[in-house]
């Protein structure tokens, strides 16, 4: 696989990934909606504060809530597992951007 395509498949799983996190967390919020601290309680994404009560989801050692049920358990472990992922593989693209940038970068 050329390394170009390579990168845009790793992108399109970061993507994906993001989109997933804040599927998950609108659910959160149709479930339990005074979970996030924001304003009016709503997610929105460009709102820094929503962004960050997202992040801190993932984080957050009181979830998941039995009260939440096995679907919202299931899918916060999946966010949490995925994430740690993401953090892996960029810290990969981030290692060959420095150490060996003519993979990234041919020519």
């Known amino acids: 696989m050329p390394h170009q395509t390579a990168l845009n498949v790793f992108g399109a799983i970061m993507v994906g990934i993001n989109v997933l996190i804040w599927l998950v967390a609108r659910r959160l919020v149709r479930i339990d909606p005074g979970y996030f601290q924001t304003r009016d309680g709503s997610l929105r994404l460009r709102d820094i504060q ?20 096995p679907g919202m358990r299931k899918a916060i472990y999946l966010v949490r597992v995925l994430y740690a992922l993401g953090i892996v593989g960029a810290a990969l693209f981030f290692y060959l ?8 970068f041919p020519g």
Do not use: E, N
């Open 50 to 69: 929503s962004v960050s009560q997202v992040v801190r989801m993932i984080f957050d050692p009181q979830l998941p809530d039995p009260a939440h049920g």
């Open 97 to 104: 951007f420095f150490v060996r940038p003519q993979l990234i």
